[in-house]
């Protein structure tokens, strides 16, 4: 692809730079492309976005380090990357929501969100019986009621929580989505947020939390329903009591955070504050150089330097503490998820293979497959397609996944 120059000026399209850890991070927000330059390379990138001749910039960054720079090869990493304009048209517009995310971060709605919460307390303290208890989520004597119930119910409450990370990101101006991701064998909703490597450090908190705020806000609505539909004798009603174990499904959503292994929201916050940049990554690989120096395959070593260094040293500790997790999640898929699975299917198989079953235990049957066994399978497809993908990441995305 050629390049327009205009007597030797190259044209860029608008970029970020952040200064961080020793480096500086540049990038385009519109496009979700960012690379990591050393602060001589950083500099040299500014002359030249400053209107400076590549060849001028060469003499002047030759005559200020004391060193030569391969102007081709790093202009060449610039058309890589997409920050060169090739056409007489910037790729920059507007960010979709982003006067609605402002709106909702907004003093005012703050205000709102700490009478919403302050309500939903009172009430707990009014009846206690509103308080989170496994002994809520029987609210049917059908099992098969209670998970599509929940299934239904979580899932508006599941894209609540990815909305509010996707307006926090988008106040800022930076592009978010949200997709369907895998943690081990468990599926998620995620938002990729990448414009925050360029954001300073202080403004990336609010987007990595503001899906845990959603969830907070999401149990107090559903507490104060279940509180105003109590029956007439103060019991109560079916209705308050889907809202309340909607409320202890979203208790447990939250518990989930912390198991920051997974790559949670507390994953990328803990990470942010630590300075990190890939630290799973690292960590997985580190991980990798140890099980293969057990193998003998020292030849397949991945070099430690190609790791960030506060990566690497975060890693020492965060390392132990992963395969730990992983450990963990899988010993209860081996010894609870399995087991209890296979009972599941076993009698739902028994029951449609029967010949005396009724229409309403065929059905229950049936969609007890139907449900459990998708979930398993859309798992294992999103964990093949990774398998697959990886091998073409390049290195800026694999330092760059997403941070919210």
């Known amino acids: 692809m050629s390049l327009q120059v205009e007597g030797g000026t190259l044209r860029f399209h608008s970029l970020s730079f952040l200064p961080e850890g020793g480096e500086v991070v540049v990038g385009r927000t519109d496009v979700d492309s960012y690379g990591v330059f050393p602060d001589d390379g ?78 939903a307390v009172v009430l707990l303290v009014l009846d206690p019986r509103l308080l989170p208890s496994r002994q809520h989520i029987f609210f049917s004597p059908y099992l098969l009621v209670i998970e599509v119930t929940l299934f239904c119910g979580q899932l508006p409450l599941s ?82 009591h889907v809202c309340l174990a909607l409320v202890l499904t979203s208790v447990l959503r939250v518990v989930w955070q912390f198991y920051f292994f997974m790559r949670t929201d507390i994953y990328y916050l803990v990470t942010t504050v630590l300075g990190c940049v890939d630290l799973h990554g690292t960590s997985s690989a580190m991980i990798g150089n140890g099980v293969k120096r057990l193998l003998g395959r020292r030849d397949r070593l991945i070099d430690p330097e190609n790791w960030h260094p506060r990566d690497r040293q975060v890693a020492k500790w965060y390392a132990p503490l992963h395969v730990a997790g992983y450990a963990v999640m899988l010993a209860v898929l081996v010894f609870a998820i399995v087991p209890i699975g296979w009972q599941f299917l076993t009698t739902a ?56």
Request: charged share 25%; aromatic share 8%; glycine share 6%.
């Open 159 to 240: 894209m609540w929580h990815e909305m509010f990370h996707v307006l926090a990101g988008r106040r800022l101006g930076l592009p978010c989505r949200t997709r369907v991701g895998r943690r081990f064998y468990l599926l998620v909703f995620e938002t990729a947020i990448d414009g925050l490597v360029v954001v300073p450090r202080r403004k990336r908190y609010l987007p990595m939390l503001a899906g845990m705020l959603a969830d907070l806000l999401g149990m107090s609505v559903l507490t104060i329903v279940a509180y105003l539909t109590r029956e007439p004798d103060g019991t109560i009603s079916l209705v308050g």
């Open 42 to 119: 950083a500099a040299l990138l500014q002359e030249l976005v400053a209107g400076r001749a590549t060849e001028d910039a060469a003499q002047w960054y030759s005559k200020t380090y004391g060193e030569d720079v391969d102007m081709a090869e790093f202009v060449e990493t610039l058309r890589e990357l997409d920050f060169l304009r090739v056409d007489d048209v910037a790729r920059v517009g507007p960010v979709r929501w982003q006067r609605l995310g402002r709106a909702m971060f907004s003093p005012p709605a703050w205000c709102c969100y700490a009478l919403l919460v302050a309500v």
């Open 349 to 404: 198989m028994h029951t449609l293979l029967s010949g005396d079953a009724r229409p309403a235990r065929l059905a229950d049957a049936a969609a007890m497959l139907v449900i459990n066994v998708s979930q398993l399978a859309f798992a294992a497809f999103l964990a093949v397609r990774e398998r697959r993908g990886r091998g073409t990441l390049s290195s800026q995305e694999k330092n760059f996944k997403e941070r919210a």
